[in-house]
């Protein structure tokens, strides 16, 4: 399995802008279908996104609405999650994920991805 590295979290006023960033580490993220998991305090595990192993599909959250968007730079073996208009209900712990992806689409749940980043930190104030 892929190891991941994901970082770019932290404190941001309502309205700000963050990138997050996760990365191979000692492999590539080649051939792999990634996504952005988030979690809250007391919450489930929570869909942000993902993108296919070839960047020509995405999907996103309900919730996003436009304010995200995952993107994949294969020369640099980094996934990014560009993260604008933040809102307080977005703090939490945000995850990338790897997995084996899926012809013509890609997958929501956290089954469908099989290595995760530790996890890095986004709180919004209001």
């Known amino acids: 399995q892929v190891q991941l590295v994901d970082t770019g979290g932290g404190l941001v006023q309502a309205g700000g802008s963050l990138r997050l960033s996760c990365v191979a580490s000692?492999?590539?993220?080649?051939?792999?279908?990634m996504a952005w998991f988030r979690q809250a305090p007391g919450k489930e595990r929570e869909f942000v996104c993902a993108?296919?192993?070839?960047?020509?599909?995405?999907r996103y959250g309900d919730f996003v609405k436009g304010r995200f968007t995952i993107s994949r730079d294969g020369a640099k073996n980094t996934v990014y999650l560009q993260m604008n208009s933040l809102k307080p209900e977005d703090t939490a712990v945000y995850f990338c994920?790897?997995?084996?992806?899926?012809?013509?689409?890609?997958?929501?749940?956290?089954?469908?991805?099989?290595?995760w980043g530790p996890g890095t930190q986004v709180t919004v104030s209001s």
């Open positions: 994920a790897a997995g084996p992806g899926r012809i013509g689409a890609v997958g929501g749940r956290t089954n469908d991805y099989m290595s």
């Open positions: 993108i296919a192993r070839s960047g020509g599909i995405t």
């Open positions: 000692g492999g590539t993220l080649t051939g792999y279908a």
